[in-house]
């Protein structure tokens, strides 16, 4: 069983709130990612991170901003949510390359702006 | 940039028949394919996945894909499918060059009892 958290599960929140989206992991990972699912479709790549203090933009562009200042926590900030931020968000995490393993997923959160 | 496609969006198979969903990457370089599930309130999980050598590899619940370098392609397949496999599947890929780990669109999978 993959030990990787999200908080919270779900979140209804209004616009022009600001929001941090929580992800955790046990496993000791270097390499963090978050991606943005709306029902039906791709999971888009929006942040990911090789280790501690390394962030980078994903292949969708997003509003949101990531740190990445301990090794198992990865969290994901909106300054201002808008209604065009209500989707899934999956946070993942693997080991270097060199190990070259899979990702594991935590259980998403899905956020609503309304 | 690499892309996944997979040209199944929606599925329907009757129990105990045959499964076989086409994914295509683009990409040029060595990469690590996965086929990702996820079942209906639960998060995503890895069925199986491919880095090197044998190029047909057998994952969970009887699933298997074959990686065939000159199609860029990882195809799942299943001999008999259960009601239980009703998921939605996901073909993803990485590189050894920047570790992204792109998906598809997904294949929603829906098995008749």
């Known amino acids: 069983e993959a030990d990787i958290y999200q908080t919270p599960r779900y979140l209804v929140i209004g616009t022009g709130k600001k929001i941090t989206l929580e992800c955790s992991q046990t496993?000791?990972?270097?390499?963090m990612y978050w991606y943005q699912q709306d029902p039906g479709m791709e999971l888009h790549l929006i942040h990911y991170?090789?280790?501690?203090?390394?962030?980078e933009k994903g292949d969708l562009s997003s509003e949101s901003t990531v740190s990445r200042i301990r090794t198992e926590h990865f969290p994901l900030t909106l300054e201002s949510a808008r209604p065009s931020h209500t989707s899934q968000y999956l946070c993942?995490?693997?080991?270097?390359?060199?190990?070259?393993?899979?990702?594991?997923f935590g259980q998403g959160t899905r956020l609503t702006v309304v | 940039a690499q892309s996944v496609s997979q040209h199944n969006h929606h599925v329907i198979l009757s129990e105990a028949a045959s499964l076989e969903l086409g994914c295509n990457y683009s990409y040029g370089g060595t990469v690590n394919l996965f086929w990702y599930v996820q079942y209906p309130g639960q998060h995503l999980q890895l069925l199986l996945k491919?880095?090197?050598?044998?190029?047909l590899v057998k994952g969970i619940k009887g699933f298997e894909a074959e990686f065939i370098k000159s199609k860029f392609s990882f195809n799942l397949r299943k001999p008999s499918v259960q009601w239980s496999d009703t998921a939605e599947y996901f073909c993803a890929v990485n590189n050894n060059r920047d570790d992204k780990i792109i998906f598809g669109k997904g294949t929603r999978l829906h098995i008749l009892p």
């Open positions: 491919y880095f090197s050598g044998d190029p």
């Open positions: 496993m000791g990972h270097d390499k």
């Open positions: 993942a995490s693997s080991e270097s390359s060199a190990a070259r393993t899979e990702a594991f």
């Open positions: 991170s090789y280790g501690v203090n390394s962030t």
